[in-house]
């Protein structure tokens, strides 16, 4: 299931920002028993490591060759001198990787076009470009000046391009959950979730991005 040379994507909740969950990638070195060793894993915003105690807690994930998601709870045992430093992660029982939803699964970091229309009025719609994608949302840029608030109801024009159909086009409708200033950037990011979607147009958006998963593997790049 999980196999050497997989990315695993690891979550942890990060108390020094509101308990907002932290996202880190690394790929598998080897497994053996009762271990897993990784990578030191990247964080998906700073793009760099981080120092992690041994004991810390996890919530991981990772997609097989057929493209199905699994996710488990695990920690950190310890560290290891390999070809490269590598973690040790504790090794879960089968019984407790569960299946979950391709539409749950980990976002893509992929820039797409997208335009964004409240369903109130006075808000001056805007254009911008997607930092990720998944089957449930998306995150996207605002401009500095822009009326848009938390909680609010918003219309999604969304532009994809899929291997064998060509570009696509879909409409959704959604909600703003967060809207947050990044700090290294200083950029305006808004996290929508997707309230009203047909299921087609959710799973081609799915297909998108695991075609776009692929496209970063072959050319050896971690998805981050």
């Known amino acids: 299931m999980l196999k050497i040379g997989s990315t695993l994507v690891l979550e942890k909740k990060d108390i020094s920002k509101n308990e907002e969950w932290a996202r880190y990638r690394a790929k598998v070195i080897d497994i053996a028993e009762d271990t897993i060793y990784i990578d030191y894993p990247i964080n998906e915003q700073t793009k760099r490591t981080d120092i992690f105690p041994v004991g810390t807690a996890f919530r991981a994930l990772f997609v097989t060759e057929e493209e199905s998601a699994f996710t488990f709870s695990t920690s950190i045992q310890g560290r290891e001198m390999m070809k490269v430093p590598a973690l040790k992660l504790s090794m879960p029982n089968e019984n407790n990787i569960r299946k979950i939803q391709r539409r749950q699964y980990v976002r893509i970091l992929t820039s797409t076009d997208v335009a964004i229309h409240s369903d109130e009025a006075g808000i001056a719609p805007i254009s911008s470009i997607t930092l990720d994608v998944s089957g449930g949302g998306l995150s996207v840029l605002l401009p500095e000046k822009h009326n848009f608030t938390e909680g609010m109801s918003v219309t999604l024009y969304l532009a994809y391009?899929?291997?064998?159909?060509?570009?696509?086009?879909?409409?959704?409708?959604g909600g703003i959950v967060r809207i947050?200033?990044?700090?290294?950037?200083?950029?305006?990011?808004?996290?929508?979730?997707?309230?009203?979607?047909?299921?087609?147009?959710?799973q081609a958006i799915i297909r998108f991005c695991f075609e776009r998963q692929r496209e970063q593997r072959k050319k050896g790049l971690r998805i981050r």
């Open 161 to 173: 391009s899929l291997q064998k159909e060509g570009p696509g086009f879909l409409t959704a409708s």
């Open 180 to 202: 947050v200033r990044n700090e290294k950037s200083g950029k305006i990011i808004a996290s929508i979730q997707f309230d009203e979607i047909l299921e087609r147009d959710r």
